[in-house]
């Protein structure tokens, strides 16, 4: 699934294109980014086992220096998410069944001196 989400996110912001992180970004990156970390798994058991659903939360970082950018990413960020649910992605061809919002937010990172856009969404495939 991060392989299909880094693809999509790739595709439709080339912006963020090269500039996709997992967990954490280089201290060389260059802005704007979008670093992401699974929160949480939850796969599809019946009574007669697992099944090959799942249900994955992830959270994205948009980073940028201007606010204004920054929430002008974080928007296409979520537009492109809400756009999943039905649609196969990646280069694999993941089906995605749904996709729910989970919370969106945002902060200053005073170290990092960027504004940061938090998008908590869970993938259900």
Known sequence: MEKALRYE???AIPELAGEIYPTNAPES??????????INSDRTKTLDGYTNKQALEYMFSIMAAKYAYMKVLAEQVETLLLAFPGQNIGEEGIHVEDLKINNISET??????VNRGIIDFTVFF
Request: aromatic share 22%; charged share 20%.
């Open 108 to 113: 200053y990172e005073f170290n990092l001196k």
């Open 29 to 38: 990156a260059a802005k704007p980014y979008l670093v992401y970390a699974r």
């Open 9 to 11: 996110l790739a595709q």
